[in-house]
């Protein structure tokens, strides 16, 4: 499908109310810390996410806007350290909980790619509603499914002024394919073909993409981290690192990716 008509299956009404409603705030360590929920107009009312941002009483600072992307199982508690270590270079950090859970099922399958596709747009528009938020200065970071939704993202945002993508694959359909094997797994692929990176992530655009790897990966191959590296088009970098497939936790991959979103977007 050309990319035009692949824009269509994230169409939204940005109009709509993004229904956020808090349910805890606490302050700490330099930063606020806000428990939300919000919609994705696509039937989900209540997505759970963290925002968080540097605590500076009294200050009128607008701050540049971060989404992270969880891995499949949603778990925005681990990627909270890093994002509060990035917030506190005053920066507007908001984690999305969208587990991707494969059924095996086509339809089922290929609405709930896309709802969390528009999930992670509305996540931007409620950054950048924000009075304190700087709405030129847009970033995102994905692990895994959340590597996946971010390459869909750079060929429909063109807010985004940098990415990163950890452990991303350029046939993502290949992963959801192996979680639940159906009986027609050809026809699943046909379906879910199109949400793999290709005809985004060579959609032109002013950003830069930072693109990690783990060499010792055994969820995505080195064929298909190859080819989403080769398919980005524009200001990229690709890093490569000893371990595997969780660069969530490693170290060296967390600093890398403080010091991209520092440089793309001006964090202090």
């Excluded at 747009?121 to 509603?129: E, S, V, Y």
């Excluded at 499914?145 to 060929?155: C, E, K, R």
């Excluded at 985004?160 to 992963?175: D, E, K, P, Q, Y």
Aim: aromatic content about 6%; some cysteine; hydrophobic content about 45%.
């Amino acid at each position: 499908m050309a990319i035009a008509e692949l824009k269509k299956l994230y169409n939204y009404d940005k109009g709509s109310t993004l229904n956020a409603q808090l349910t805890d705030r606490r302050s700490g360590d330099g930063v606020v810390l806000e428990d939300i929920t919000y919609s994705d107009t696509r039937g989900n009312d209540e997505i759970p996410a963290y925002v968080v941002s540097a605590d500076i009483p009294g200050d009128t600072l607008r701050m540049p806007a971060i989404v992270f992307g969880t891995g499949p199982d949603g778990d925005r508690d681990k990627l909270l350290a890093e994002a509060t270590a990035i917030a506190k270079m005053k920066a507007l950090v908001m984690i999305t909980s969208l587990p991707i859970k494969p059924t095996g099922d086509p339809a089922a399958d290929a609405k709930m790619v896309a709802a969390a596709v528009v999930a992670q747009r509305r996540a931007f528009d409620l950054l950048i509603r924000r009075s304190d938020c700087d709405g030129s200065r847009v970033g995102y970071a994905g692990h895994h499914s959340g590597a996946a939704l971010g390459a869909v993202l750079l060929g429909l945002e063109s807010r985004i002024n940098g990415a990163v993508l950890a452990s991303g694959t350029g046939r993502f359909s290949r992963w959801m394919v192996k979680q639940k094997v159906p009986a027609d797994w050809h026809a699943y692929l046909d379906s879910l073909a199109r949400f793999d990176a290709g005809p985004y992530v060579a959609a032109g655009g002013k950003r830069s993409v930072l693109l990690q790897f783990g060499t010792q990966d055994t969820v995505v191959p080195e064929a298909e981290r190859a080819e989403l590296a080769a398919a980005v088009a524009g200001a990229k970098q690709r890093k490569d690192y000893d371990t595997g497939h969780d660069l969530a936790g490693f170290a060296a991959a967390a600093t890398d990716r403080a010091a991209f979103l520092k440089q793309v977007l001006r964090l202090s």
